[in-house]
């Protein structure tokens, strides 16, 4: 089933994906046999995942005043706000932490335990974001950055601690591009009158 969502990532149409991720995320959990509080589907972490973002957000607000840093924002996003609050959460947040550090995480945690999940679940996730024209060190930093969210995931007791921290790794790193690169919001696409 993770196979497949990927493949839709890939071919389906973007603007369909903020509502088939969390789908699919539902569907996963459905399907996995696991309990909720297995799947991490709880409150528990959001200490960690709100300190995490925290973090996350004085790194961005740093790295877009030093010059060295500044080089690093290259993407424009054509509507940032929309793509920081809703795109990212729904269509890439939900359905990864469901499935890499819920159902997955908690399929390998039953069986083999913290350390494992973590470790197996952060291989997987650095492979997920391997793609056509993507170097392979996507690959390397995807699969660390899965091990600081498994390991928040093991030390918060549920999803809100990686699902927060990743959505500020990526839509606070959204904001910050278009902060860079002085991309105007255009939340709801061209204003009338625009050409």
């Known amino acids: 089933m993770i ?18 991720g969390p789908l699919a995320a539902a569907l996963l959990v459905a399907v996995s046999g696991l309990t909720r509080g297995e799947c991490g589907l709880t409150t528990a972490g959001l200490r960690y995942g709100l ?3 925290a973090v996350i957000a004085l790194g961005y607000a740093v790295a877009v005043r030093v010059p060295a840093t500044r080089r ?7 509507r940032p706000w929309r793509t920081a609050l809703f795109a990212v959460p729904l269509a890439t947040v939900v359905f990864e932490e469901v499935a890499f550090r819920g159902v ?8 083999r335990g913290p ?17 056509p024209g993507r170097p392979w060190t996507d690959a390397v930093v995807t699969g660390v950055a899965g091990v ?10 549920g999803l ?7 959505w500020a790794a990526d839509g606070l790193g959204v904001l910050a591009a278009a902060r860079v690169t002085g991309t105007p919001d255009q939340w709801a696409g061209p204003q009338s009158g625009d050409g």
Request: glycine share 12%; no cysteine.
């Open 148 to 157: 600081v969210l498994g390991v928040l995931r093991d030390a918060g007791g």
């Open 104 to 111: 997955l995480w908690g399929l390998i945690d039953r069986e």
């Open 3 to 20: 196979a497949a969502v990927r493949v839709w990532t890939r071919a389906g149409p973007a603007r369909v994906q903020p509502i088939t």
């Open 72 to 78: 690093l924002f290259r993407t424009a996003y054509p």
């Open 115 to 131: 350390a494992w999940a973590t470790g197996v679940t952060a291989v997987l996730f650095g492979l997920w974001h391997l793609g």
């Open 51 to 53: 300190a995490g973002a």
């Open 160 to 166: 809100p601690a990686p699902a927060l921290v990743h």
